[in-house]
């Protein structure tokens, strides 16, 4: 995910409040949550994992995780329901307490992409600056209009910690292929002894031997066939 790419549309911000012996049936959700467990505690399984989430805990839950919460003294639990991006589909994705196969095809479509892939493993995020996080969090919560400016700016700085302190790598460029002439070059080197053709390469790396040929040039500076002889030469010279 870019850092362009982030565009968040909070669904719902609110504080809330679950009595002892109160039960989230397993479900998934189609959006992101933030949950801070102001006080008390509950059991969550996450994933098919349990986890004792106890306050101060900060969980991030992730779009289309199976999970389940219960809470046997009482939790104050505030919480924020959004999406990373908005697109046309925002506004029609709904708070859901149902599973994945109890959903429609149609609400299946509804189901925001996971940017977040990491945090699958665990829903507990760790926090450097807890002071800092609160103050951005209850912000949000305690805005009347959640669509305005300066709450969406709250959300953004919000999801900017959250990533730096808990997923630091999700925002680094994705690391790029090498080209088809670095590659070739990569298979002549450890192959060069053997009778390597154009039509050979052609094969074995699924491209035209003519668009080989031009972007081997280009990049190496000399045709596949001399290069390959050349450090056949060297190899002979060397022994």
């Known amino acids: 995910m870019k850092l362009a790419e982030i565009n968040p549309y909070i669904r719902r911000a609110m504080r809330s409040y679950l009595p002892p012996l109160w039960k989230i049936n397993q479900r998934i959700i189609l959006d992101y949550e933030i949950i801070y467990v102001e006080s008390g505690h509950f059991q969550l399984t996450y994933d098919h994992y349990t986890y004792s989430c106890?306050?101060?805990?900060?969980?991030?839950?992730?779009p289309n995780i199976p999970h389940t919460i219960f809470s046997d003294a009482g939790v104050s639990q505030p919480h924020i329901h959004f999406d990373v991006q908005y697109d046309t589909n925002s506004e029609q994705v709904f708070i859901c307490f149902r599973d994945y196969p109890e959903l429609t095809a149609q609400e299946h479509r509804l189901i925001r992409k996971n940017s977040f892939p990491q945090l699958t493993a665990s829903p507990l995020l760790k926090i450097h600056d807890t002071v800092a996080f609160l103050e951005l969090f209850y912000r949000i919560i305690d805005t009347p209009n959640h669509q305005s400016l300066s709450c969406k700016a709250s959300m953004l700085a919000l999801l900017e910690m959250i990533i730096t302190d808990s997923i630091p790598n999700t925002l680094m460029p994705a690391p790029q292929p090498a080209s088809i002439a670095a590659q070739i070059k990569e298979f002549l080197d450890a192959n060069f002894c053997q009778n390597i053709s154009l039509t050979a390469l052609e094969k074995q790396f699924s491209y035209s031997k003519f668009y080989i040929e031009k972007c081997?040039?280009?990049?190496?500076?000399?045709?596949?066939?001399?290069?390959?002889?050349?450090?056949?030469?060297?190899?002979?010279?060397?022994l």
Do not use: T
């Open 54 to 62: 106890k306050a101060g805990d900060v969980i991030f839950l992730c």
């Open 216 to 238: 081997f040039k280009k990049e190496i500076g000399l045709s596949v066939i001399r290069y390959r002889n050349q450090k056949r030469m060297n190899a002979a010279l060397e």
